[in-house]
């Protein structure tokens, strides 16, 4: 017989968007849950940050928008095309929805859900604990082994959920086959001050065809996203900075100050190496992944965090039905949560291929 230091219903691993909105929704609706996280604090830099239509009509639909909007947000007012320092086209929001996106800081969105957890009697967060291990019993899951400072601690839970993100140990742990999509990009990421005046827009300009992005951020800050060629970065680098950076001034004249004193070498500049994932089944043996760990996206039109969130919501939904009898709730019933949400994902995942492949036609186009 196994010794536990923890007991919940539900075990959710991984406090990003997609983890920490299940187990709030779980934990207020009664449900105990764990959520386990590897990191001590929740302020991650370069996140998927773009909230999408999807995202807050769920946020709405929970009362956690409002709060959200007092933490801070920024909602985009237009997509921009650049070409040679000039607009050549413009997207407007659709009226109905009143923005192209809204910025929230991640570390926001994280406080928020954390913070309207922790008085919940339903709800344990653990911090600074990482999972190795899961806990085999008889022909299922029943636990995760975590290392917290140091020392090994056992989690007993009726249902493990991976929302462990992109390289998710559960997913490897309970052995879910992936398969990778490249997208024949990576993408430097680099934050500076906005300059003053500077509208809540998304920008793009087409520089030696590949994509150049620009993204307000709360708080007056604008985000630069500009793609490489996959695997390229380690040749970029060896060649001079003053080119590569004079490209962007020449996309985008209005940054030339805050460019020159904020982004000074190569160092200034974050890596992501692209692509995105499919896991051929979400749901095994009482452990279910979802968002990244299930479904990686490529950045893209912003789907990530929103599709972690929907996972979250529908998943939530499936189990909340089983109050009371988790321990009941089967493969069966889960992998209705995989057959809404796959097909959905798949799509977005498709589309963001187009949009990629498409992109150069944007300025072709005008
Ligand atoms: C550098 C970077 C830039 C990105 N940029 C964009 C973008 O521009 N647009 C976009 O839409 N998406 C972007 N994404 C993706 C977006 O952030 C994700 O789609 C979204 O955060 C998914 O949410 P999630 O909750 O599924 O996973 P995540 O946000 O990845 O959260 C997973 C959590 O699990 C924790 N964890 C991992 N392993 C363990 C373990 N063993 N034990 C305990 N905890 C663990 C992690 O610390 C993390 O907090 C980016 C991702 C990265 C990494």
Known sequence: MNNYDYKADVC??????GGALLAYLLASNGISTILVERNDHINK???????NEIGEEILRKYDLFEDLERKGLLRMERVEYWDHG?????????PEIGHVGIHVPQNH???LLLEKSRPLTDYTLLM????IGLVEEDDHYSGVIAKQDGKEIMIKSSLIVGADG???TIRK???FPISKIHHGYDLLWARIPAPKNWEPTIRMALVDDDQLALFTQQGGFVQIGWNIPEGSYP????????????KLIAAFPELKDTVTENIRSWNDFILLQVQSSKSDTWVKDRVVIMGDAAHTMSPTGAFGLNSSLKDAEVLYQIIQDYKGSIQHLGSTELERFEKIRRKKVEEEQSTQLVKEASFGKQFALV
């Open 166 to 168: 992109r390289f998710s």
């Open 12 to 17: 959710i691993v991984g406090a990003g968007p």
């Open 128 to 131: 600074n604990t990482k999972v």
């Open 86 to 94: 000039e607009v050549i086209k413009t997207i407007w929001p659709d």
């Open 45 to 51: 830099e370069f996140r998927g940050e773009h909230l």
């Open 235 to 246: 040749m970029i680098r060896k060649q001079s900075f003053t080119p590569f950076i004079n």
């Open 173 to 175: 742990l309970a052995q």
């Open 109 to 111: 969105l994280l406080g």
